[in-house]
Each structure stands twice: as structure tokens, then as C-alpha cells.
């Protein structure tokens, strides 16, 4: 499989990156039925036992990204006009990138779907990190949303809602944000654990939840009166926020943490804690808590806000917002073993390459 042009957004020339933006416009009037925005009147849905009902098949996939590029916009909120533009460049540069592979002529030719995938690690450079390598995806296999994020009638350029839309600055001796991918080849129990099919990669799965920008940003909600469940997409993983009693011991640490939540009118608050190192965010995991917001805000959609904090690694609290769109259709199931050959061969090869260093010491001797 072709891998996404691994581009740094910072090597694009400025014509690349021209072509790959819209021209700034004034902002357009918003429809009156906007789907982001509550009608007059309109009341939450409630459950059989009286909870606001969240309940149902979602998404997140968007356009937007977790961190805004500064290399678009310095501001949160776009104009109907710029999202529309950054939508319609996407769009573009996604088919183009999705034909048959051109025939390359002659060394170092630069075809159109190379110029196509560049115009797409222009608007979301965490593209070129998913093709980087040998065997990374390429356009073929992500379904990143075809449209912007919206929140309450505003279009949003990142996900983060912080002034520069960045994660705010580490204390000094914090963890680094993002720890380089764990070369150990000594078993399968020392790889990683979306590798393994244990669970998802990114963040989609535990808190805080954010579109993972490549496939499988679906959820199922369930509600009971003691509990809420969180059926993810990708791997199956399936999430359970409880709503009666406290922590577990600090002590136990499982894969997703430790969620427990509480209504507060018609939103559902959740707070997680008791993170695996596994499952650090950003390098937090000891420390860190998650308060997240589910409410519902409009016959078609669930606002979702999170907060991030942790005294050993930021100096305050900081989060991020976005909303669930209804999934046309279920969550199927995600067999992630099936015809996947990738653990076995990445541990053969890892013990063919010991056995060749092995001969070429003895010959060496």
C-alpha cells in the first residue's frame, strides 16, 4: 500500500500550501434550521427512567483537527465561507489522491496524487505521520468526515478550545508529550496494544475522546439507571461509566481508567482517573483526570466537552468541544485478527535479524 507523502507542513512550498487553502472571505449569514442549534421550544428527550436520552449511534469523524494548524488560521471560530472552502479543497484533493497510482517517469517525478496527498497534509498535517512509514495507510483508507466541525452555529478549527488551540505549555521535568513508538520485538506481550487488538489506537476510546482523523470514529451510547456505556467502533472497545459510588483504589489501573458520572440537569458528567501508563494522553497518566460533558443540545446532536488537568505536567486546566452527528446506520462488529499476519511477521523478522547478527559475530570471530 502507498503511503501518504510524508511531508513536514513546514517543508511546503508556500504555492502548495496556496493551493490547498481557500481565500479568506467574510462570513456567510447561518441557516435558521441549523442542526447545531436547539428550535424554539425544543426540550431534551428523556429516558424511560428520566435521564436526558444520549442514547443512540453517533459519530465524530470531522474535518477539524485536535490541534489547530496554525499554518490556516490563528482563530477557533471560521467563517461559513472559509469552512466551506477548506471542505471543498479537501474534497478535491481526496479524489485526486484516490485514482489509480500514475505511472512514475524517471527518478524522483512528483505525480498528481503526490501533489494531491501534499494538499492534504497542508490542511491536516497528522496525515503525513499515518503514512510515513512502509505499510502505513494511504488516502484509500481513511474516512476522516467530509466537513468541519460545527458547535452551537460556529465553525470550528480545532477541536482544542485554548487561545492558540494548542496544549498548553509542560512544566519543566513533565513527561515528553509524545513518547517515540516502543521499538521491543521481544514478544507480543511488549508491543502495542492496538497492534494486539486490544484496543484502539488514538483517543477515540478513552477520555479524553477525540476523532482519531483516520477511520472508526462511531459509537454506540446505552443508558440504564445505574450506568452508561460507550461502545466504541474501532476494536470493539466498550467503555462503562457508572453512576453510583466512587473510584476504585488508585492501585488499579484499567485499560480505559476509572469512569464514574453524575447528571447535572441534562447533562451527563463524567470523571475518569486511574489511567494506565499504557494509556498515557500527551505523557499524563499518573495524575491525570478527565471531567467530561455529554448534554444534549439539539434533536440531532450531543455536544461533547472535555476537560484535561493534571498539576504534575500543566499549570491549570484546559480541554476541548465538539459535537456527535448521528451515524446513518450501526456499529458493526470490528474484527481486528482477521487475515492480519502483522504480529507474527514483525516477531519473525525481529528473530531472522538476530539470528543474521548472530552468524555475522561468529563469522566475525
Not at 476522516?144 to 498548553?168: F, L
Not at 434533536?299 to 488537568?309: A, D, H, K, L
Request: charged share 20%; glycine share 8%; proline share 8%.
Amino acid at each position: 500500500m502507498r503511503p501518504i507523502l510524508a511531508l513536514a507542513l513546514g517543508t511546503l512550498s508556500t504555492a502548495a500550501l496556496a493551493m490547498a487553502l481557500p481565500a479568506l472571505a467574510a462570513p456567510a449569514a447561518k441557516a435558521s434550521s441549523d442542526p447545531t442549534i436547539a428550535p424554539p421550544g425544543w426540550t431534551a428527550p428523556k429516558t424511560a427512567f428520566g435521564q436526558p436520552d444520549i442514547s443512540g449511534y453517533w459519530s465524530n469523524a470531522t474535518m477539524t483537527p485536535l490541534i489547530r494548524n496554525p499554518k490556516l488560521t490563528d482563530k477557533l471560530v471560521l467563517s461559513a465561507v472559509e469552512a466551506k472552502g477548506l471542505e471543498k479543497a479537501f474534497a478535491e484533493a481526496l479524489a485526486e489522491a484516490d485514482r489509480p497510482t500514475d505511472t512514475v517517469k524517471g527518478p524522483g517525478a512528483v505525480t498528481d496524487k503526490d501533489s494531491a496527498e501534499a494538499k492534504l497534509v497542508a490542511i491536516r498535517p497528522d496525515f503525513a505521520a499515518a503514512g510515513g512509514d512502509v505499510g502505513g495507510y494511504n488516502t484509500f483508507w481513511i474516512d476522516p468526515g467530509a466537513h468541519m466541525m460545527e458547535v452551537n452555529g460556529e465553525y470550528r478549527s480545532s477541536i482544542i478550545t485554548t487561545a492558540n488551540g494548542q496544549p498548553p505549555a509542560r512544566k519543566p521535568g513533565a513527561a515528553p508529550a509524545f513518547g517515540r513508538y516502543r521499538d521491543v520485538y521481544d514478544s507480543y506481550e511488549t508491543r502495542a496494544l492496538g497492534e494486539r487488538c486490544i484496543m484502539g489506537f488514538g483517543r477515540n476510546s478513552t477520555p479524553p475522546m477525540v476523532s482519531n482523523g483516520y477511520y472508526n470514529n462511531d459509537y454506540y451510547i446505552i443508558q440504564t439507571p445505574d450506568a452508561v456505556a460507550i461502545q466504541v467502533e474501532l476494536i470493539h472497545d466498550t467503555r462503562i461509566v457508572r453512576l453510583k459510588g466512587g473510584h476504585i483504589p488508585a492501585n488499579v489501573r484499567p485499560f480505559m481508567g476509572d469512569s464514574i458520572g453524575h447528571w447535572e440537569g441534562s447533562t451527563l458528567v463524567v470523571e475518569t482517573t486511574n489511567f494506565p501508563q499504557s494509556d498515557a494522553f500527551m505523557g499524563s497518566w499518573k495524575n491525570l483526570k478527565v471531567i467530561e460533558r455529554f448534554t444534549r443540545v439539539s434533536p440531532t446532536r450531543v455536544n461533547y466537552q472535555f476537560q484535561v488537568e493534571d498539576p504534575d505536567t500543566w499549570d491549570k486546566p484546559w480541554g476541548g468541544e465538539y459535537n456527535f452527528a448521528p451515524l446513518k446506520g450501526v456499529v458493526y462488529e470490528y474484527a481486528c485478527h482477521e487475515g492480519n499476519y502483522a504480529l507474527p511477521a514483525i516477531l519473525a523478522g525481529a528473530r531472522r535479524q538476530e539470528q543474521e547478527a548472530a552468524k555475522a559475530k561468529t563469522g566475525a570471530n
